[in-house]
């Protein structure tokens, strides 16, 4: 089982909403990601949680924050986005810091 | 920094048809190349992991290589559901840790019936 769940599948928000995107995986897999993908680019890391910790954040603005609650579960915390933060985001896993399994993703819409 | 290229960004192929994608990559020290396959909208499929020159995959209709600069994905005898944008990635010693994937831009891939 590979599978790594996102929830909503999609997101619509205003400006001066506060909204949260969920990813969930019961692999026990050690490391979890938050990807940004445009439209026609290739998927760019946001976050790495390793262990449960914030490891690497690749200078997001801090209007995306994450937080990673145990080892299954991580979110990641929107508030005052803009139109250009509109795309899919991603949530992955990995059981070595190697390979990722991905989520579906959430397409998130700003306006 | 690590840098993946990937040729062409586009193919169109009747069915059937083989053809072969290209990944090149610059990295610091290779941890692994990864191949993904992604449909639109939705997240990438795990494909393959190569790990070191000279070694190969194969799922089905498709087979990867490795050498020290680049990687192949060969298909053989494509089909029409094998259409899809495929990604290369790496991952590298960049100070160790659980790092993150790097990604080239994909090979835009449309197999015609």
């Known amino acids: 089982d590979t599978e790594v769940t996102q929830t909503p599948k999609h997101l619509v928000m205003g400006m001066t909403n506060k909204k949260s995107l969920k990813c969930e995986q019961h692999?026990?897999?050690?490391?979890m990601y938050w990807y940004k993908q445009k439209a026609k680019k290739p998927p760019e890391l946001m976050f790495v949680?390793?262990?449960?910790?914030?490891?690497i954040n690749e200078s997001v603005p801090s209007r995306f924050s994450p937080e990673c609650p145990n080892s299954s579960l991580l979110n990641l915390h929107l508030h005052a986005l803009q139109p250009e933060d509109s795309a899919l985001y991603l949530c992955a896993s990995s059981p070595t810091g190697a390979e990722a399994f991905f989520g579906q993703g959430t397409r998130l819409t700003v306006v | 920094e690590d840098q993946v290229t990937q040729s062409p960004e586009a193919l169109r192929l009747q069915e059937g048809e083989s053809s072969s994608l290209n990944c090149s990559y610059t990295v610091s020290g290779l941890r692994g190349l990864f191949w993904y396959r992604q449909d639109p909208g939705k997240g990438p499929e795990f494909l393959f992991t190569l790990y070191s020159a000279g070694e190969e995959k194969e799922k089905e209709r498709l087979k990867a290589t490795l050498t020290k600069k680049e990687s192949f994905l060969h298909i053989t005898a494509p089909k029409p559901e094998d259409s899809a944008t495929y990604l290369c990635a790496v991952h590298s010693y960049s100070g160790g840790g659980a790092d993150g994937l790097t990604f080239g831009k994909g090979t835009h891939l449309i197999i015609q019936p």
């Open positions: 692999m026990g897999h050690r490391a």
């Open positions: 949680y390793s262990y449960e910790k914030l490891s």
